[in-house]
T-cell receptor, first 114, second 111 residues
Framework: GNSVTQMEGPVTLSEEAFLTINCTYTATGYPSLFWYVQYPGEGLQLLLKATKADDKGSNKGFEATYRKETTSFHLEKGSVQVSDSAVYFCALSDRWGNNNDMRFGAGTRLTVKP | DSGVTQTPKHLITATGQRVTLRCSPRSGDLSVYWYQQSLDQGLQFLIQYYNGEERAKGNILERFSAQQFPDLHSELNLSSLELGDSALYFC??????????FGPGTRLTVL
């Protein structure tokens, strides 16, 4: 079946450091890939998405590229801020008709220190 | 703000009780999804509805049920509650069956 594996946290970085959170997936079809972010006490917010191979999703300085050859969708940001402290979830959506099989990774907690 | 609303925000109840969680999807979204988030199990998909019909089931217990009404709001019913049911329950909605938008969640505490 479909699954998502993301690097375990927690991750602690200093402000302005480079961030990478690894995510790999297993899917039988051609899924869409997502990164969601969850700030303390809130629900998940869509951060970025990519719907086909070689697509790059980007938002708020975060980027991730859909790599079919390595089945990966790693999240990167060149310079993190304290406000980026949150839990990040990688997810895939394998869609058929109006249904979809949505799978989430376990989440990676990021703490950015000033 | 995702446009998805959930009530109540917090719920405290006792073992053996029954509760109902409510979700209103974004305007125009026909699909509603329910998830459970707990510390030990992570984010677990429970069930999906599309325009009033059940479309997919995940790890939903038999004590749990859901429905989607003609106005597209959805309710998740949890009965015979156990301590282990304490968790955050999220609702999400989607218009294209692909990208999901999440509500703020309901925190359920079973004492």
């Amino acid at each position: 079946g479909n699954s998502v594996t993301q690097m375990e946290g927690p991750v602690t970085l200093s402000e302005e450091a480079f961030l990478t959170i690894n995510c790999t997936y297993t899917a039988t079809g051609y899924p869409s890939l997502f990164w969601y972010v969850q700030y303390p006490g809130e629900g998940l917010q869509l951060l970025l998405k990519a719907t086909k191979a070689d697509d790059k999703g980007s938002n708020k300085g975060f980027e991730a590229t859909y790599r079919k050859e390595t089945t990966s969708f790693h999240l990167e940001k060149g310079s993190v801020q304290v406000s980026d402290s949150a839990v990040y979830f990688c997810a895939l959506s394998d869609r058929w008709g109006n249904n979809n099989d949505m799978r989430f990774g376990a989440g990676t907690r990021l703490t950015v220190k000033p | 703000d995702s446009g998805v609303t959930q009530t109540p925000k917090h719920l405290i109840t006792a073992t053996g009780q029954r509760v109902t969680l409510r979700c209103s999807p974004r305007s125009g979204d026909l699909s509603v999804y329910w998830y459970q988030q707990s510390l030990d199990q992570g984010l677990q998909f429970l069930i999906q509805y599309y325009n009033g019909e059940e479309r997919a089931k995940g790890n939903i217990l038999e004590r749990f049920s859901a429905q989607q009404f003609p106005d597209l709001h959805s309710e998740l019913n949890l009965s015979s509650l156990e301590l282990g049911d304490s968790a955050l329950y999220f609702c999400a909605s989607s218009v294209d069956g692909d990208t999901q938008y999440f509500g703020p969640g309901t925190r359920l505490t079973v004492l």
